[in-house]
């Protein structure tokens, strides 16, 4: 079963002009127990239903700062149905990008989260990222692993994915701790998808 709770910074910021795109979000603005879609007009859901099952709902169960987060947990064989998308402005290929989070998983669940390279979500996974039960976090992409690492179980942890897209060059780290650097064989990112698979 996957179970996560999950506080996100994200910031992007291209090279190639001087504008600069940031967002984060600590929940802490939202009403626990309500849906987080209708509540934003950034997040929403894979199919665009915000306010369902797809959705997710606030949470003050546990928090990385503040009181609150968001949890996704599924008991379904094939995951689901939470399926939480930020899409980005737009899809880039070029500039300076970085995600940053902070992530509970509990001792002997998973969790997982992509990042798609098109704004059509579903059209191609730039990175999925897997938190395994036995505490081994895997990055793929383009059928190969990216990076590979441990992360804490049963505590709040800090993930980054950082990449100079004009470079195509990568890095993810746990708690400020580099897992690697690598290359991405669809080299730009749309928007990151929360799903418990």
């Known amino acids: 079963m996957k179970q996560i709770y999950f506080f996100l910074?994200?910031?992007l910021s291209t090279l190639w002009v001087s504008a600069q795109a940031s967002f984060s979000d600590d929940f802490e603005s939202?009403?626990?127990g309500e849906y987080l879609g209708p509540q934003s007009d950034k997040w929403t859901t894979w199919s665009v239903k915000d306010g369902t099952t797809e959705d997710t709902k606030i949470t003050n169960a546990k928090a990385a700062s503040g009181t609150k987060s968001i949890y996704f947990s599924s008991t379904a064989s094939g995951g689901g149905p939470q399926d939480v998308v930020l899409p980005f402005t737009d899809a880039y290929t070029s500039g300076v990008y970085k995600i940053g989070m902070k992530?509970?998983?509990e001792a002997g669940k998973?969790?997982?989260f992509n990042l798609q390279a098109e704004?059509?979500?579903g059209t191609t996974w730039a990175i999925d990222v897997n938190f395994n039960t036995d505490g081994t976090?895997?990055?793929t992409g383009g059928g190969a692993t990216l990076a590979s690492g441990k992360f804490p179980q049963g505590e709040w942890f800090a993930f980054e994915i950082a990449g100079n897209i004009s470079a195509n060059l990568w890095a993810t780290s746990v708690n400020g701790g580099s897992l690697g650097t690598f290359t991405l064989a669809s080299?730009?990112?749309a928007s990151i998808d929360f799903y418990p698979a």
């Open 103 to 105: 992530l509970f998983i």
């Open 30 to 32: 939202y009403t626990v």
């Open 137 to 139: 976090v895997v990055l």
């Open 119 to 121: 704004k059509a979500i």
């Open 9 to 11: 910074l994200f910031m």
């Open 187 to 189: 080299n730009k990112v």
């Open 110 to 112: 998973t969790g997982y």
